[in-house]
């Protein structure tokens, strides 16, 4: 157990500083980097709960498939591969971090209140339900209207963004 | 292992994330703050699905990561457009519709 613990804080103490990483770089590509580090994290806690399938997902699609896109998007926002002190945060950082401040108070105030005693509890058993068989069974038989409903919804995203972005 | 460890690291990207939407000014940072919380959201939904024992937290995972590839595919294109209108990613020159 107590091995699951250290894993877990050494992984969490690498998303958290990545995370301020993230909204504090002044360079858009670092930024980027910084997010491989946090999608990375996610997907090794994933592992820890014993969700194998989703970790796997996540290291495809969003390290795979969304940091290519935004490397993509900072390429043609031809953004400054320097440092730009300042230039990347508008004037309201100090009431930002105020903000985020006081809703991670209250976040935690009120996830200690209500699960301050409740411990996660791992049995063998539940390697069988993080596995590819028991998520496509059921993404395949309780949820497939709404499995549809992201298909659509992804066929109507790229005909949109096809749209957006052409040139005429 | 307390479920507060995942839930707390959870809150706390979503914390990071609502400071990044709020304090930056590049688009392309904004939609990267965006994801830091759908992933953060995810982190929850996968503890719940271990303490539950059910498989359904996973699933709906797999829906938001869905979504937020589909939210990063139009959130770019928004973004070109932006950039090829105003010659800039600032999201603080957008003010068109300003009175």
Not at chain 1, 100 to 110: D, E, I, S, T, Y
Request: hydrophobic share 65%; proline share 1%; glycine share 6%.
């Amino acid at each position: 157990m107590w091995e699951q613990q250290v894993a877990f804080w050494v992984i969490a103490v690498a998303m958290a500083g990545a995370a301020i990483g993230v909204v504090r770089a002044n360079n858009v590509v670092h930024a980027a980097l910084f997010l491989i580090v946090v999608f990375a994290g996610s997907a090794a806690q994933y592992i820890l709960l014993l969700a194998e399938f989703v970790a796997w997902v996540q290291v495809l699609i969003y390290i795979g498939a969304i940091i290519v896109l935004f490397l993509f998007g900072v390429m043609l926002t031809r953004a400054p591969m320097r440092e730009e002190r300042g230039k990347l945060d508008n004037s309201q950082r100090l009431a930002s971090a105020v903000v985020a401040l006081f809703l991670f108070g209250v976040l935690a105030v009120f996830l200690i209140d209500a699960f301050g005693g409740t411990e996660l509890r791992f049995r063998d058993s539940m390697v069988e339900v993080g596995s590819a068989a028991s998520v496509g069974d059921s993404i395949f038989r309780q949820f497939v209207i709404p499995f549809e409903v992201v298909s659509m919804l992804l066929l109507a995203a790229l005909v949109g963004a096809v749209a957006l972005a052409r040139r005429d | 292992m307390p479920i507060n460890y995942f839930l707390i690291l959870s809150a706390f990207l979503f914390c990071a994330g609502a400071y990044g939407v709020l304090a930056r000014r590049n688009s392309v940072l904004v939609l990267m703050s965006v994801e830091l919380m759908l992933n953060a959201v995810n982190i929850n939904l996968i503890a719940f699905s271990a303490q539950a024992q059910d498989v359904a937290g996973q699933v709906f995972a797999l829906f938001v990561i869905t979504i937020a590839a589909a939210e990063v595919g139009i959130g770019l294109a928004i973004v070109l457009l932006i950039y090829r209108n105003l010659r800039s990613p600032d999201l603080d020159r957008v003010e068109q519709l300003k009175g």
